[in-house]
Antibody, heavy 122, light 113 residues
Framework: QVQLVESGGGMVQPGRSLRLSCAAS????????MHWVRQAPGKGLEWVAV????????YYADSVKGRFTISRDNSKNTVFLEMNSLRPEDTALFYC???????????????WGQGALVTVAS | NFMLIQPHSVSESPGKTVTISCTRN????????VQWFQQRPGSAPTNLIY?????PSGVPDRFSGSIDRSSNSASLTISGLKTEDEADYYC????????????FGGGTKLTVL
């Protein structure tokens, strides 16, 4: 079965960096696009970033563009989110999610991990 | 980008049918697929509907999705309501301008009383 396990969350000061990882298993990783979606405490879902199956296409929400970088290592079935210049408003539970396809012109989220909590505070 | 507008909350009794709307404020609802997710308290979201009206395997046929071009909206209908259906529900679509960006509705809290 599909498993997505996030790691790397924690508390960090404003302006600092953090890298999240998502280890995937139970499916052919190289066939699917992968996303990060976040949820601030008590709030709704916010899409953050996506990377296509082969890593050739990367797209970001306007709120994180220029600060966050999504990447993947297909040899290790892992997707990453490098977060720089963190702000208090970035505090959220960050979910890794798999798309239904490779991600070329469509976003159809399917399976989700359990999330990694990121807290940005001084 | 466009926004997806959902009612903040809906409530209905067990056994009844409820419909949650998701209205796109610009551009055609039919121009990009709509997905629906259920999120129970303390849990990750799960996919209920994809590509407007398709149901993943394992999702009960009490859940159905549709789009309405005249109101520029998508709808999630849950029939035969059960107390376990009490959860937050989110619609999701995407913008395809110079890049592809995901868009979520604000979420609807369903109370089954």
């Amino acid at each position: 079965q599909v498993q997505l396990v996030e790691s790397g969350g924690g508390m960090v000061q404003p302006g600092r960096s953090l890298r999240l990882s998502c280890a995937a298993s139970g499916f052919t990783f190289t066939s699917y696009g992968m996303h990060w979606v976040r949820q601030a405490p008590g709030k709704g879902l916010e899409w953050v970033a996506v990377i296509s199956n082969d890593g050739s296409h990367k797209y970001y929400a306007d709120s994180v563009k220029g600060r966050f970088t999504i990447s993947r290592d297909n040899s290790k079935n892992t997707v990453f989110l490098e977060m720089n210049s963190l702000r208090p408003e970035d505090t959220a539970l960050f979910y890794c999610a798999r798309d239904r396809g490779a991600v070329v012109g469509a976003i159809r989220l399917e399976f989700w991990g359990q999330g990694a909590l990121v807290t940005v505070a001084s | 980008n466009f926004m997806l507008i959902q009612p903040h909350s809906v409530s209905e009794s067990p056994g009844k049918t409820v419909t949650i709307s998701c209205t796109r404020n610009s551009g055609s609802i039919a121009s990009s697929f709509v997905q629906w997710f259920q999120q129970r308290p303390g849990s990750a979201p799960t996919n209920l509907i994809y590509e407007d009206s398709q149901r993943p395997s394992g999702v009960p046929d009490r859940f159905s999705g549709s789009i309405d071009r005249s109101s520029n909206s998508a709808s999630l209908t849950i029939s035969g309501l059960k107390t376990e259906d009490e959860a937050d529900y989110y619609c999701q679509s995407y913008a395809t301008n110079a890049q592809v960006q995901g868009v979520f509705g604000g979420g609807t809290k369903l109370t089954v009383l």
